[in-house]
């Protein structure tokens, strides 16, 4: 599925038109009474808390619950029903993500089983159907199951469109325990981990950084930092004797001078070498991460070496 957040907006085209919804009454949110799953009111899983506010919304109280709430609070509007299967993978997911917001944005829950006129309002034409709305008007949407990392960037995005600085992220559990294993040296444990993370969540930076780490790990066991480096000065065209050296630079703290010794390296090789270091190269670009200003001065050389 595509990223959310670059998905054209229906807004543009005038679709919603909310001026007949009636006056509000008071909805029950489900962070004073948490809804055990399945509860009747709610999907499977539906349930606040942890300063998190979920609520429950109808016709009825749909002015006062978002639009007037969104005034100062975003509000994320999740159109759902009993028997959309779909709609239990999303929900659990915006649910838990409403929770570690700690209220800085309300996760509205329309069924459109017993609210269609709402439906129709937003021209739901397939759940589950995820809205916006941001200082009483809808500013973005998206249709059907979406990743939970590109979820988290969307509602991201979302927060700051209404002025709410994102909360700062929990630490993920699953990160934690692979990088203790790769702290201690335990690469195998630590690459498990870190793959067993990719494949539930392929684009997490982290986990490729991680990964990366570890096949770095894996080639400079046994080696004499100091030996690794002579060598690299006496043989500067040996491709492996240079990629052994960078990679020492990096474990070293010096990934700026890998950068270059690489870079440079690109400049003098061809054909499947120069492949070769251009490939070692973006791992290590991988372990710092794309936000790391060295890495993109980095790429904007090897670019020029390139080209």
């Known amino acids: 599925m595509s990223d959310p957040r670059t998905t054209p907006s229906i807004f543009t085209r005038g679709a919603v038109d909310l001026s007949a919804l009636r006056t509000p009454a008071p909805a029950p949110s489900r962070t ?15 349930g606040g808390g942890g300063g998190a506010t979920v609520i429950d919304v109808t016709e009825a109280t749909f002015q006062s619950e978002v639009l007037e709430r969104s005034l100062t609070t975003p509000v994320v509007i999740d159109f759902w029903a009993e028997w959309c299967q779909p709609c239990k993978q999303l929900s659990p997911i915006l649910e838990k993500l409403a929770i570690e917001g700690a209220g800085s944005w309300v996760l509205a829950k329309v069924d459109v089983d017993t609210n269609p ?3 129709q309002m937003f021209r739901v034409q397939g759940i589950p159907m995820v809205y916006a709305v941001v200082g009483g008007q809808p500013v973005d949407a998206f249709t059907g199951v979406v990743p939970e990392p590109q979820l988290r960037q969307w509602i991201d995005a979302v927060l700051k469109a209404g ?43 982290a986990a490729e950084a991680g990964l990366a780490h570890v096949a770095l790990a894996r080639r400079v066991v046994g080696v004499d930092p100091r030996a690794a480096l002579a060598d690299a000065a006496a043989k500067p065209d040996d491709v492996p004797v240079q990629l052994l050296a960078a990679d020492v630079e990096v474990l070293s703290g010096l990934a700026d001078q890998a950068y270059k010794r690489l870079v440079d390296l690109v400049r003098r090789t061809f054909g499947d070498e120069r492949e070769e270091i251009r490939k070692h190269l973006l791992s290590l670009f991988t372990i710092a991460g794309p936000d790391d200003p060295a890495v993109a001065s980095a790429r904007r050389a090897l670019a020029s070496a390139l080209f």
């Open 32 to 46: 004073d009474a948490p809804a055990a799953p399945g509860a009747p009111g709610g999907p499977p899983g539906a």
């Open 117 to 119: 006129r709402l439906a």
């Open 163 to 205: 002025g709410v600085q994102p909360p700062a992220a929990a630490e993920d559990p699953r990160l934690v325990e692979a990088d203790d294993a790769l702290m201690v040296g335990d690469l195998d444990s630590a690459e498990q981990a870190y793959k067993k993370i990719l494949a539930e969540s392929p684009a997490d930076a």
